[in-house]
T-cell receptor
Framework: SQTIHQWPATLVQPVGSPLSLECTVEGTSNPNLYWYRQAAGRGLQLLFY??????ISSEVPQNLSASRPQDRQFILSSKKLLLSDSGFYLC???????????FGPGTRLLVL | RKEVEQDPGPFNVPEGATVAFNCTYS??????FFWYRQDCRKEPKLLMSVYSSGNEDGRFTAQLNRASQYISLLIRDSKLSDSATYLCVVNEGTGGFKTIFGAGTRLFVKA
């Protein structure tokens, strides 16, 4: 069976500091990978998706970036965090040709 | 108009009640539909896919009305453990890249 991991679970960072969130998937090969952000009381906003190693598509302009250095590893980064970057960050995966997405446990980020 | 719209609730119901949620979507070309459940401060989890003919999974029934562009979820015999936020999810194309999540409907089931 497949599992998805995210870390850290919670993070408190000062404005202007860098960010690195990691997501890994086990039990499948060549998954589609996604990064979402969920603000309080709002729907999930797709930030990035990837169909393969080194292939990243961005859905919204922001000061975040994503990378996929290995097939089952997806990283979300920022060089300088903003207050507005606070939120619940969720990584998800899906099979290559299917729409159903499975989410990791998420990282709750608070930028102060 | 929002792409996927849900009544945010909250719906407060007693145990054993039947409760129904509706969701409307704006893109008539949308291809696949889902309901997810999200517990407080947790990740969303797939509850069920929604098929054109309607489908049932235990106490849960999902229906799709393409003509009116809405999806419904019916929960019968509500349990305390059903308390959560229910997310309506619409996919506008093949693959997961055009997946739109509603903001969710909160349900509280009380003893």
């Amino acid at each position: 069976s497949q599992t998805i991991h995210q870390w850290p679970a919670t993070l408190v960072q000062p404005v202007g500091s860098p960010l690195s969130l990691e997501c890994t998937v086990e039990g499948t090969s060549n998954p589609n990978l996604y990064w979402y952000r969920q603000a309080a009381g709002r729907g999930l906003q797709l930030l990035f998706y990837s169909v393969g190693i080194g292939q990243i598509s961005s859905e919204v302009p922001q000061n975040l970036s994503a990378s996929r250095p290995q097939d089952r590893q997806f990283i979300l980064s920022s060089k300088k965090l903003l207050l507005s970057d606070s939120g619940f960050y969720l990584c998800a995966w899906s099979f290559l040709t299917q729409e159903t997405q499975y989410f990791g446990p998420g990282t709750r980020l608070l930028v102060l | 108009r929002k792409e996927v719209e849900q009544d945010p609730g909250p719906f407060n119901v007693p145990e054993g009640a039947t409760v129904a949620f509706n969701c409307t979507y704006s893109n008539s070309a949308s291809q696949s539909f889902f309901w997810y459940r999200q517990d407080c401060r947790k990740e969303p989890k797939l509850l069920m896919s929604v098929y054109s003919s309607g489908n049932e999974d235990g106490r849960f029934t999902a229906q799709l009305n393409r003509a009116s562009q809405y999806i419904s979820l019916l929960i019968r015999d509500s349990k305390l453990s059903d308390s959560a936020t229910y997310l309506c999810v619409v996919n506008e194309g093949t693959g997961g890249f055009k997946t739109i999540f509603g903001a969710g409907t909160r349900l509280f089931v009380k003893a």
